[in-house]
């Protein structure tokens, strides 16, 4: 049995202790972290930035088709809705951009952008997002206590609350990282718009598509390479990246940007968390039990 401190109280705690004290709920975070990210600790290795693995969508090749948003709902058995944005179903999205005047459109694939510093992750008390060693940004629906702080904390709107589920679930683009042939997205698209690679060729590759046609992309830049502390999902544009939807938010780390709201609330989090993973890995536990004994007789 593993045995963790809580990073709270200082206390050993394993996940049996936890379960006898979860009315106390003060252990709460530890516990939930512990369980965290056993199966993807093994890949978790730490791979230099450039040969993470990454994709570059290249708007100005996009057609507006969707296979994109098909193959990701068939490859992660997501349901059909009618929606216009991310959900809890929809990992992926096609957006169209068009001015005013209408001479100039565009499209955007909205999805995780794989941050290299993701405050999704620094905003999870017990690391039910993780930052994989070589690039993607996962979920362990084992651990999440459903607080949601993600949501909050990620600058492009991505975590969805799947409220279909008895226990609601964040849900986003994973990257197809357990996938062999790499996203399934990129995989299906016909026009070549989403390559997957590795971010340091992928870059490359975007700046010599810039050097060969200066004029049919939006100035000299890469979105992702550096915006936000640089990101795994990398774009190319012709129009400024703000009116497909991209948020400026400079060269710095994005938890540096959500720093100042998650730092204020840990004593008030540490006891709510905790009672909500007490309730929650409770009744999951109990229902567990049930099932088993279900399956047994
Ligand atoms: S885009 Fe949002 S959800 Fe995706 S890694 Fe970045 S902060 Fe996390
Ligand atoms: S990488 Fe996979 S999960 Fe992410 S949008 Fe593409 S198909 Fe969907
Ligand atoms: S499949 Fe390719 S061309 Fe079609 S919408 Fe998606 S990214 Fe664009």
Redesign the pocket.
């Known amino acids: 049995m593993n045995n963790n401190s809580c990073q709270t109280c200082g206390t050993d705690v394993s996940r049996r202790d936890f379960l006898k004290i979860a009315g106390a709920s003060t252990c709460g975070i530890a516990v939930a972290a512990l369980t965290s990210g056993e199966a993807l600790a093994s890949s978790n290795e730490g791979l230099p930035l450039e040969e993470h693995k990454a994709?570059l969508y290249d708007s100005t090749v996009c057609i507006g088709c969707k296979q994109?948003e098909a193959?990701?709902k068939l490859?992660?058995n997501l349901a059909e809705e009618d929606v216009n944005d991310l959900s809890g179903n929809t990992?992926?999205i096609i957006k169209e951009y068009i001015s005013e005047d209408g001479t100039e459109s565009a499209f955007r694939k909205y999805?995780?952008m794989h941050c290299v510093e993701p405050s999704c992750v620094a905003s999870c008390p017990v690391a039910a997002l993780t930052k994989l060693g070589d690039g993607p940004v996962v979920y362990d629906e084992d651990v999440c206590i459903g607080c949601r702080y993600c949501m909050q904390a990620c600058p492009y709107g991505v975590p969805a609350y799947d409220w279909s589920q008895a226990y609601p679930l964040i849900r986003k683009?994973?990257?197809?990282y357990d996938?062999p042939e790499g996203?399934?997205?990129?995989e299906t698209c016909p026009k070549g718009a989403?390559i997957y690679g590795k971010r340091g060729e992928l870059i490359q590759m975007a700046k010599e598509r810039i050097a060969l046609n200066p004029d049919k992309y939006y100035e000299n830049r890469v979105f992702g390479e550096h915006d936000g502390g640089g990101t795994s999902f990398l774009i190319l544009a012709a129009v400024p990246f703000e009116k497909i939807g991209l948020p400026p938010l400079g060269n710095e780390s994005l938890p540096s940007h959500t720093h100042t709201a998650t730092s204020v609330v840990p004593g008030l989090f540490a006891g709510v968390a905790g009672l909500m993973s007490s309730i929650y890995i409770r009744t999951k536990d109990n229902e567990d039990d049930d099932l088993h004994e279900g399956g047994t007789t």
């Not at 683009?173 to 197809?176: K, Q, R």
């Not at 996203?183 to 990129?186: E, Q």
């Open positions: 994709m994109c193959a990701c490859d992660n990992f992926t999805q995780c683009c994973d990257l197809c996938r996203p399934a997205c990129a989403l």
